[in-house]
């Protein structure tokens, strides 16, 4: 079974710290890969995504992709008292289906 | 451009009721997909439509169904519920079923059995 793992946390972070949040996934036939941020009682949001073929920057946020660990990454810079929420990775195993991790619990500590 | 609707927001059902959730996708998005969250499980994939047609499905009971109507508005239905099935029901609407389209997720349904 192709399975995506994420540490749920906890993970808490001083304002102004970076903030790294970990992905790692089952399959290197993975193409696509993407980063949902989800407050408390509220829906998933997109963040950013990412293909197979490279990091992306965007802002405070920086994807990355380790492709021989099999891990992607989300770096938050300068973490603000506002990126406290659940951050969830998504991948596509090479079809047209989203798997989601079961998501990392952010915490920002003023 | 509006988002993606579902309604009703919140119900509560008793176990052996049957449930009936609606979403209404992005306009010109074709494809809906429908997720489970709950604390213990996370996002777990309930079924994917496209064009009228179901493209991709979960690992969910048959209790658990859907369609798609010509406006690519969706419904899906979980008949004789149970206590396990309190969850917030996701729907989400992307250009097509390409791996590489992102989801928009609308605000959510949910469902408390009792």
């Known amino acids: 079974q192709k399975e995506v793992e994420q540490n749920s946390g906890p993970l808490s972070v001083p304002e102004g710290a970076i903030a790294s949040l970990n992905c790692t996934y089952s399959d290197r036939g993975s193409q696509s890969f993407f980063w949902y941020r989800q407050y408390s009682g509220k829906s998933p949001e997109l963040i950013m995504f990412i293909y197979s073929n490279g990091d992306k920057e965007d802002g405070r946020f920086t994807a990355q992709l380790n492709k021989a660990s099999q891990y992607v990454s989300l770096l938050i810079r300068d973490s603000q008292p506002s990126d406290s929420a659940t951050y969830l990775c998504a991948l596509n195993f090479g079809n047209e289906k989203l798997t989601f991790g079961t998501g990392t619990r952010l915490t920002i500590i003023p | 451009k509006a988002g993606v609707t579902q309604t009703p927001r919140y119900l509560i059902k008793t176990r052996g009721q049957q449930v009936t959730l609606s979403c209404s996708p992005i306009s010109g998005h074709r494809s809906v997909s429908w997720y489970q969250q709950t604390p213990g499980q996370g996002l777990q994939f309930l079924f994917e439509?496209?064009?009228?047609?179901?493209?991709n499905k979960g690992n969910f009971p048959g209790r658990f169904s859907g369609r798609q109507f010509s406006n690519s508005r969706s419904e899906m239905n979980v008949s004789t519920l149970e206590l396990g099935d309190s969850a917030l029901y996701l729907c989400?609407?992307?250009?097509?079923?390409?791996?590489?389209?992102?989801?928009?997720f609308g605000a959510g349904s949910r469902l408390t059995v009792l």
């Open positions: 989400a609407s992307r250009d097509s079923p390409s791996g590489a389209n992102v989801l928009t």
């Open positions: 439509y496209f064009s009228e047609t179901q493209r």
